[in-house]
Structures are given as structure tokens and as C-alpha cells.
């Protein structure tokens, strides 16, 4: 199918913005705009992609992960790739993604899942050997992240050491690291009280907070860190479920999400996204909506991967909140 001229000049104009967006956003942690602005070109770039294949790109910020690191920490490769999430901005997609796992999995019923806050954070990979912590990586471009061992062994919630004696020889661990409100808060305020540049937003701090050169500077940052995934891991003995993989983490000492929950059904998962809704402002950390995955390992498999996120689960997006956040002067609703 051909496509007018100007779609083709709207396509690229719309990958080079979330090209810069996404540079100042993950490689300089100095974002220029809301992050739903973001998500709405994104969401009409998908879009024309959909309408205009023939203008799919490999290289189009849709198929890809994050942004390329700076190069100011060492490389690292991720044993298995990192990936980001599809979006739903609402219960009908929420129901379509949902009716797709039914479907691809051929199955009558839809299969168990797991929901969990969305904790907005930075996502790490963390590499246990023998049950010691042996290398912390930020997700990078989702192949290559940044080596911030260091900056991560000075997180009190991560554990330099799994509990107990019984660990495989390796396992990864992800999750995000993220820096509670009522720290941010105190920080924010120790930093404009020595007249320094005060963070965005929870996120922005821990991001700039892990990529420290100095790990002392991010030893005295109050960072917090979750799991909510296996990377790479033994095949034998090995639990057949997400949700008894966040068991196992915990029996290791490794903090879990306590607001995770199995759910069976379409109505389960829009009462727990109004239940957190509602819960949102009261918690200690931010979340910017609930991700949902299929329990099930083999279903997991099952169902893959596409470019940049699993087709087994989903992010489905809490609305903008109405607090007015000041970005390097930039004033903008978050
Ligand atoms: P994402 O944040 O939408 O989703 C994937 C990430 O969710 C994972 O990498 C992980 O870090 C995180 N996550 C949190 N809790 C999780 C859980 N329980 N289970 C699994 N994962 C969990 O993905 P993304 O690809 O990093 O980025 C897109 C986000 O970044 C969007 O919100 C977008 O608006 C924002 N962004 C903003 C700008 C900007 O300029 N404002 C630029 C680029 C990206």
C-alpha cells in the first residue's frame, strides 16, 4: 500500500522527537516533557506503523528498548534480553490484550495471571553467584546495560548475600530500584536548602542516583529496590510460575511487591487497578499504573516475545496526576 507523502514526513518527524525525548530522558535522566506526552506519539506512531507497514522500521523507537548508555560505566550484556511493556490506556485494551492470550494460547479460559504495582523506578538486573551478589546492571537498550555494581551494593534492600544455603550456582535477579517518596521529599529539600538543582520526579531521582560515578554519592541516596522477575536461571529446580519465583525471592531475603495477587479474570483485573487506584496517593512510592502477567512459565513461553515486550504481559497505565512539576523551568502537568 502506498502512502501519501505526508504521512511519511509524519513518521519521521515522530521518530526523531521520540528519539531526543528518549536520549534526555534515559541517557542525560533530564526529561523534557511529560511522560504522556511521550506515550501519545509513541501510541500514533505505533499507529501509522499498523496503517503503513511498509514504513516499519528495525530502528524505530517502537522496536526498541530504552536508549544506548553513555559509556561512563562499563558495558555489560544481559544473559537474556531485558524488555519493556506494552501500554494499555484503558479497560477495552486491557480486554483485547487479554482475549489475545486466550486465543494464541488456544485455550477456553483465560489462564491465571499475576498483577502487581508498577513501580516507577529503574529496572536492574541483579546476578547472584553461589548466592553472593556478583554484578548489578541498569537495562541500557535492553542487550547492553551500564556494570553499577558498585553504586548497588550500597542499596540496603538488595541483598549482597541470598538468605539461607540454598541458591543456584546463578541466578538473575530483576527489579526496580526506586527511591521511596518521603526520601525524595527529604531530598529535594536538603538540595534546594544548599541551593543545588532539585530532582523531577521520584524516578528521575533514583535514576541520576544509581548512575553515579562516585559510589559513596549514591550510598547516601535513599533508594530502595523490589523484585518482580527471573532473568536467566538453572532449567532443573526451578519453580513452574512467577508467582512461586517471587515466593522463592522471598525465601532468599530478596523484597517482593506485598500488593501482588493471582487474579482469574477480566473483572478481578479492573477491581485490583481501581483498588491501587485508589490507594495511589497513600502509598510510600510512586506507581504509574499495574502490570500484569501470565503465571504460568510454559504459557509465558507459549505466547513470546514481539521487538520490545512480552506478549505475555501488560502495563496498564494509570491517568496523568494533576500535580504541576517543574522541569529545568519547563512547567508541566505529570
Ligand atoms: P515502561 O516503564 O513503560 O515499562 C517497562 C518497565 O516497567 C520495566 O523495564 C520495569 O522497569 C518497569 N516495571 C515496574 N514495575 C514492574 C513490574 N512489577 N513488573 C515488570 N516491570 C515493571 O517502559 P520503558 O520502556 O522504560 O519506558 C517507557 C516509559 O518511559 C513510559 O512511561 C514513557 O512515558 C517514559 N518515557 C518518558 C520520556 C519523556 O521524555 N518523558 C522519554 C522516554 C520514555
Given at each position: 500500500m502506498s502512502q501519501p507523502d505526508d504521512v511519511q514526513a509524519k513518521v519521521e518527524a515522530l521518530r526523531a522527537q521520540l528519539e531526543r525525548w528518549s536520549h534526555q530522558y534515559?541517557?542525560?535522566?533530564?526529561?523534557?516533557?511529560?511522560d504522556q506526552d511521550y506515550d501519545k506519539a509513541l501510541r500514533e506512531l505505533q499507529e501509522l506503523e499498523a496503517q503503513y507497514?511498509?514504513?516499519?522500521?528495525?530502528?524505530s523507537p517502537t522496536q526498541r528498548v530504552g536508549a544506548a548508555p553513555l559509556g561512563a560505566f562499563e558495558s555489560v550484556a544481559h544473559p537474556m534480553p531485558m524488555l519493556s511493556l506494552d501500554n494499555a490506556f484503558s479497560d477495552e485494551e486491557l480486554s483485547a490484550f487479554l482475549q489475545r492470550v486466550v486465543d494464541r494460547l488456544d485455550v477456553e479460559t483465560l489462564p491465571e495471571l499475576v498483577a502487581e504495582p508498577k513501580l516507577d523506578g529503574i529496572a536492574v538486573s541483579l546476578i547472584y553467584r553461589q548466592g553472593v551478589l556478583a554484578r548489578a546492571a541498569t537495562r541500557g537498550d535492553g542487550t547492553h546495560g551500564e556494570d553499577i555494581t558498585l553504586n548497588v551494593?550500597?542499596?540496603?534492600?538488595?541483598?549482597?548475600k541470598l538468605r539461607g544455603?540454598?541458591?543456584?550456582e546463578l541466578v538473575e535477579i530483576r527489579g526496580e530500584i526506586f527511591m521511596p517518596r518521603a526520601g525524595f521529599e527529604a531530598f529535594n529539600e536538603q538540595a534546594r536548602r544548599d541551593g543545588e538543582k532539585p530532582f523531577v520526579n521520584p524516578r528521575n531521582a533514583a535514576a541520576g542516583s544509581l548512575r553515579q560515578l562516585d559510589s559513596r554519592i549514591t550510598a547516601r541516596r535513599p533508594l530502595a529496590f523490589c523484585a518482580y522477575a527471573s532473568g536467566?536461571?538453572?532449567?532443573?529446580?526451578?519453580?513452574?510460575?512467577h508467582w512461586d519465583v517471587l515466593q522463592l525471592f522471598c525465601s532468599w531475603g530478596v523484597p517482593i511487591s506485598r500488593y501482588a495477587e493471582r487474579l482469574s479474570s477480566l473483572e478481578d483485573c479492573v477491581d485490583y487497578y481501581q483498588r491501587l487506584g485508589e490507594q495511589r496517593d497513600s502509598l510510600s512510592f510512586d506507581i504509574d499504573g499495574i502490570v500484569y502477567k501470565v503465571n504460568d512459565f510454559e504459557a509465558q513461553r507459549k505466547l513470546g516475545f514481539v521487538a520490545r515486550a512480552p506478549r505475555w504481559s501488560i502495563a496498564r497505565k494509570f491517568p496523568a496526576q494533576e500535580a504541576v512539576t517543574r522541569v529545568t523551568g519547563v512547567e508541566f502537568q505529570v
Open positions: 534515559y541517557v542525560l535522566d533530564d526529561p523534557k516533557v511529560p507497514p511498509e514504513l516499519k522500521d528495525p530502528s551494593r550500597t542499596i540496603g534492600s538488595v541483598p549482597l544455603d540454598k541458591w543456584p536467566q536461571h538453572p532449567e532443573d529446580d526451578w519453580p513452574k510460575s
